[in-house]
């Protein structure tokens, strides 16, 4: 080898017969690119929020009236055994995953992911855990109730296979998101774009590296207790037997601990959007980028050892309770922290009221009654009265859906023209988020005055004399009007995916995160090159280094054949150029003519 | 502005229609009435903790509504780029932490009263010692009584029917609650199914534990939840204060019966429980006699069958 062939030089490569393109298809569903796998997850889980809308939907047709016999109980015990996971496993989580994946690595000005046929399988082990789990209803649907608790999901007292199908699907789907997990974590940890250091990571990203930890810690707990569960069932295990000196409070544990987890991944997902759009409508900074992340770890690392807040009632030593709820009394504080930044934020800017930054209020003023509601029942007596009552699960569903649902459709309303190049229709959208907001409540307020009385949740009817009536006709009438505004807006989103309006230019909505950077939606690769990364706004940097350049520049005289740059490019030079589309919003630092 | 007060009075009508819509009796937003010592402790643990998180999402409120009001976009309006100083959130994490604290050191107070046994009152059945509720103890640990686990002397079954605290266990199954009172014979308890029978202002202290799935004790009116788990025993106690019918219901999801898998506490006079007990042990005393004539004839006939067959 002579020494002429050690120097690099630019090498031009032909290839001889490029393969025809195949149908779009094959193409987005084998795709290992992270922006083609995180629509699927977003698509897939947009339609079990629908499924999940419909079927509490048909529970509150059955709860509508005392005694009533339109649905019977085995179906109705099938519907309350696969519409909380449907809800969680199958929507809400994955939604808040597809968002994250499609962003995480715009935001961090990576080119991909670390892992992307990983993050691909986890698709499809989350998509084959959805079949498993709805196939049975071919067959046997599961109606061992929310969480399979043994011994009821044993072999003894529920004998037909739709127990297996919940416990393998719904352990096939945690799987899937345990290797998005591990190519969450591997991407943050390693492809963040030079500059982009901690301190200046956004922090929807903030909030995905604790999700992704979460996932990390306790998916693999939750797969364990329902493998188990299933040796338990159909391998003569006894972990959770307790005939045999196994221990169902056990799996009590492991369920509950899982459970928790879920409902702070649902929470930090929404917390990370929210502490993205209000920053970019009020035009302001974030009030405190340091409490915002310092409370998504906070939150990470107290909240699941809190997990049996809800567990007061079960046998466990005194002590175990009471460290439970000073953990869950704990989580007061960044929280608090949380909602005080986000006013903060609002605080002397101008808060520009769209969309995206509606749903974001709303999802802060739902997440705050549950969150309150959370912390009144973190003290051990008032959990004695309201575990397992209406009351506790409105209070749940107050996050879950202030949280998930309306804090997930703020983000899909917010990166909607990143996903596709459109805006999300706002009219309705609006009008999607006035039925949620009126149906939350009204479903909400009289199931928690209810739970008082001592209503549970997921029995198939109460009883006449039981003075419920009143309550649960109204609150079926807000769950109505709630999922009517869900389904309208996912409609809303269906409808705009194709024929929404076109965005104004790449950043519609003058963002300062490096997403905004790239095109809509963005190109294969992401970017052609990623700018200069000095602080957690770079491009506000860049806009105000081109509003800067242009002002300083004075036009010389005398030569008038040569025409006056708008701006003076360099500090996008070194960047951009090629990815633009030409003629785009002239507010759009990469649109600065280049000289 | 009209839309927005139009929108105000819309929200207001929805929320009176929601609380309006309730029952005049359930209006008081509160736990039902208590009456049993422990009940009023969760009762007033409600209204501590409700009223801290009323405070809380009214103030949280004002804040955004103000903050969203006053600076929401405007003509002219320009942000003004201010973000907090190191430590300028200390207040706020201070403010927060003492509030968690409070909470959390009522809530250890508020625990151990709830689970304190009361001593019987002057109506009441016998009268002796106060005890504390709420140790577990696995099957195995409870079979000497619960004692094993709260270190007291074992009461002697005779005399328990005439002393408090009442001891009782509740055994819960698919979907019927069974209570096994102190005393009867050896080895054969007395028991009823459904409807527990107490005497009025005497602890009665329940062993609760469950020979199938998982169910919940609840009277709502006489304490809070207490998981009847198989395996485990859990305690839980009260003290009625008046005589009455009480009615509990199991909340865990337990299969298609969860709805029926009620609970009746009947709370009678001294002198009507011990009769009550007393019957039932005849009763039952009764029925065995009759089960066993009826076994030893089914026998005979039985051997007179064979004979005849064998013939």
């Not at chain 1, 969680?88 to 670390?114: D, E």
């Not at chain 1, 949380?338 to 903060?344: E, G, P, R």
């Not at chain 1, 409540?441 to 199931?447: F, G, R, V």
Request: some cysteine; glycine content about 10%.
């Amino acid at each position: 080898m002579s020494r002429e062939n050690l120097i690099a030089r630019p090498e031009v490569v032909s290839r001889q017969g490029v393969p025809a393109p195949r149908p779009a298809w094959i193409e987005r569903t084998t795709s290992g690119d992270h922006k083609q796998v995180s629509l699927l997850y977003i698509g897939t889980a947009l339609s079990f929020l629908a499924l999940a809308a419909v079927e509490f939907m048909l529970i509150r047709l059955q709860l509508i009236v005392p005694e009533n016999t339109m649905i019977n109980p085995e179906i109705f015990d099938q519907l309350v055994s696969v519409a909380p996971v449907s809800l969680v496993v199958l929507g809400l989580i994955p939604l808040a995953l597809g968002l994250i994946g499609f962003i995480v690595p715009l935001q961090i000005g990576s080119r991909g992911v670390a892992l992307p046929r990983l993050n691909q399988f986890s698709y499809w082990l989350y998509l084959a855990g959805a079949v498993t789990l709805y196939a049975s209803f071919l067959y046997q649907a599961p109606d061992t109730g929310t969480t399979a608790l043994p011994p009821l999901s044993d072999t003894v007292f529920s004998p037909t296979n739709g127990a297996d199908a919940w416990i393998v699907g719904t352990a096939l789907a945690i799987s899937g998101f345990v290797c998005f997990a591990i190519n969450l974590v591997a991407t943050l940890t390693r492809m963040r774009a030079p500059g982009v250091a901690w301190r200046r990571l956004p922090l929807f990203s903030w909030a995905a590296t604790v999700i992704g930890y979460l996932l990390l810690v306790l998916g693999p707990v939750m797969i364990a207790a329902l493998v188990m569960l299933e040796i338990d069932r159909r391998f003569d295990g006894v972990f959770f037997d307790p005939g045999d000196g196994g221990a169902p409070l056990l799996y009590e544990h492991f369920s509950n601990l899982f459970f928790t987890g879920t409902y702070l991944i649902v929470l930090l997902a929404a917390a990370g959007a929210i502490s993205e759009i209000l920053p970019t409508f009020a035009r302001k900074p974030i009030f405190s980028h340091r409490a915002v992340a310092g409370s998504f770890v906070a939150i990470g690392l107290i909240g699941p050892l809190a997990w049996m807040q809800s567990m007061y009632e079960a046998p466990l030593a005194e002590g175990l309770t009471i460290i439970a709820m000073g953990f869950a009394l704990a989580l007061a504080v960044p929280i608090g922290v949380l909602v005080f930044t986000w006013i903060a934020t609002i605080w002397e800017g101008a808060l520009e009221l769209r969309a995206p930054s509606l749903y974001a209020l709303v999802a802060i003023s739902t997440m705050v009654f549950g969150l309150a509601g959370e912390l009144a029942y973190s003290v051990i007596p008032v959990g004695w009265a309201l575990d397992n009552t209406t009351a506790s699960q409105a209070d749940t569903l107050y996050v879950l859906v202030g949280a998930g649902v309306i804090g997930g459709f703020a983000a899909l309303h917010y990166w909607f023209p990143k996903l596709c190049g459109r805006l999300l229709g706002e009219g309705i959208g609006k009008a999607a988020l006035g039925l949620m907001l009126v149906g939350i409540h009204l479903y909400a307020i009289p199931m928690i005055f209810a739970g008082l009385d001592g209503q549970a949740v997921n029995v198939f009817e109460y009883f006449d004399d039981s003075g419920l009536d009143g309550y649960n006709l109204v609150a079926s009438f807000g769950a109505f009007i709630l999922a009517l505004g869900i389904l309208l807006e996912l409609g809303n989103t269906a409808y705009s995916w194709n024929n929404g309006l076109s965005a104004r230019g790449h950043d519609p909505w003058g963002g300062s995160t490096l997403e905004w950077y790239a095109l809509s939606p963005p190109p294969p690769h992401n970017f052609d090159a990623v700018p200069d990364v000095r602080s957690s706004e770079p491009l506000r940097d860049i806009r105000e280094a081109v509003v800067r350049n242009a002002e300083a520049f004075v036009a010389p005289t005398g030569l008038e054949r040569i025409e006056a740059p708008a701006a003076d490019p360099e500090p996008v030079a070194a960047s951009d150029a090629g990815d633009r589309a030409p003629g785009s919003d002239p507010d759009d630092p990469g649109n600065a003519p280049v000289a | 502005m009209s839309r927005r007060k139009i929108l105000f009075v819309s929200a207001v009508a929805l929320l009176a229609l929601a609380v309006g819509a309730s029952p005049a009796h359930a209006i008081e937003l509160a736990p039902p009435e208590p009456h049993s010592p422990n009940a009023e402790g969760i009762r007033s643990a409600y209204w501590v903790a409700m009223v801290t998180a009323v405070i809380l999402v009214f103030a949280i409120h004002a804040a955004l509504i103000a903050a969203v009001v006053r600076y929401r976009e405007r003509r002219g309006r320009e942000p003004r780029r201010v973000a907090a100083g190191r430590g300028a959130l200390r207040p706020v994490v201070g403010a927060l932490s003492a509030l968690a604290l409070v909470l959390f050191v009522y809530g250890v107070f508020q625990t151990a009263e709830v689970r304190e046994v009361e001593a019987a009152g002057p109506d009441g059945l016998g009268s002796t010692q106060s005890a504390q509720v709420g140790v577990r103890g696995s099957i195995a640990a409870a079979a000497g009584g619960l004692d094993s686990a709260t270190g007291e002397t074992p009461l002697d079954d005779s005399e328990a029917t005439q002393t408090s605290p009442l001891l009782i266990d509740a055994i819960a199954q698919q979907w019927v609650w069974r209570f096994e009172y102190p005393g009867g014979r050896p080895g054969q308890r007395t028991f009823t199914y459904g409807e527990l029978v107490v005497p009025v202002d005497t602890p009665v202290i329940l062993d609760v534990t469950s020979t199938d799935v998982l169910h919940t004790w609840w009277v709502p009116a006489l304490g809070g939840q207490v998981q009847a788990a198989p395996g485990d025993v859990s305690q839980t106690w009260f003290k009625a204060d008046e005589v009455g019918r009480y009615e509990g219901r199991s909340t865990i999801f337990s299969g298609t019966g969860t709805p029926v898998m009620r609970s009746w506490v009947k709370v009678v006079s001294v002198p009507e429980y011990q009769d009550y007990i007393e019957q039932l042990n005849l009763d039952l005393e009764e029925a065995q006699g009759a089960v066993a004539e009826n076994q030893e004839e089914q026998q005979t006939s039985g051997a007179a069958a064979a004979a005849e067959g064998g013939s």
